[in-house]
């Protein structure tokens, strides 16, 4: 079976404007969650969605939105970007939401705002 | 507040000696950890995970931890380096307070390099 892909792989962008990221998570799988990394920390919690609802959401601004649709793939969008949202972002999928549930991650997106 | 912290940036080993890679945590309740590795400019793999159990748990890769209540760590360990094995290791554990999502707190990541 395929592992969660994400798409696009690279993207380069200036202030202001928008970007969509793609993932699609392995198949079975029903929740997926959202992540920011920062060169040099840790992954940092945006969204999760569980059958196409929001389950949980981090300390992100209100630029930043997600969907789940009904085949689980996902979508993040972030408005207005700005320079600070340069980072790698991570698609991560699980069988369901609970605590237990092992999440396992797509390469990311590498985003770079100009 | 629920934390982990990984105490080491860097760790260095040489090939066929034996690797850790240290994890604490601070949370409520019983833990549930995770292990992760990311190669440069890759996403995270998932190397084990504790939820209950036996204290030591086996993963992927000939990696295992020990989880020890009392000293409340979760340390990664591997008999024999390798080479391969050289990349970011990163420990994670659920955040289980309910408004929280119980999303997963990260470490900041430990850097092996493993030497031939």
């Known amino acids: 079976d395929a592992g969660v892909t994400q798409s696009p792989t690279h993207l380069i962008k200036t202030r202001g404007q928008h970007v969509t990221l793609r993932c699609s998570p392995i198949s079975g799988h029903k929740s997926v969650s959202w992540y920011q990394q920062v060169l040099g920390q840790g992954p940092q919690f945006i969204f999760q969605?569980?059958?196409?609802?929001?389950?949980g959401r981090g300390n992100f601004p209100d630029r930043f939105s997600a969907r789940q649709f009904p085949n689980y793939s996902s979508e993040l969008n972030v408005n207005a970007l700005l320079l600070g949202d340069s980072a790698l972002y991570l698609c991560a999928s699980s069988r369901g939401s609970r605590e237990a549930d092992t999440q396992y991650f797509g390469p990311g997106t590498r985003l770079t705002v100009l | 507040a629920q934390s982990v912290a990984q105490p080491e940036d860097q760790v260095n080993v040489a090939e066929g000696n034996p690797l850790t890679v240290k994890c604490t945590y601070s949370v409520s309740g019983n833990p549930y950890l995770f292990w992760y590795v990311q190669y440069p400019n890759r996403g995270l793999q998932f190397l084990l995970k504790?939820?209950?159990?036996d204290n030591l748990v086996k993963g992927s890769y000939g990696f295992e931890a020990e989880f020890n209540k009392s000293q409340t760590s979760f340390h990664l360990k591997k008999p024999s380096a390798l080479v391969s094995d050289s990349a970011l290791y990163f420990c994670?554990?659920?955040?289980?307070?309910?408004?929280?999502?119980?999303?997963?707190?990260w470490g900041l990541g430990t850097s092996l390099a493993v030497n031939p």
């Open positions: 504790y939820i209950t159990g």
């Open positions: 969605y569980y059958e196409k609802e929001e389950r």
């Open positions: 994670a554990v659920r955040d289980m307070h309910a408004g929280n999502n119980r999303k997963l707190i």
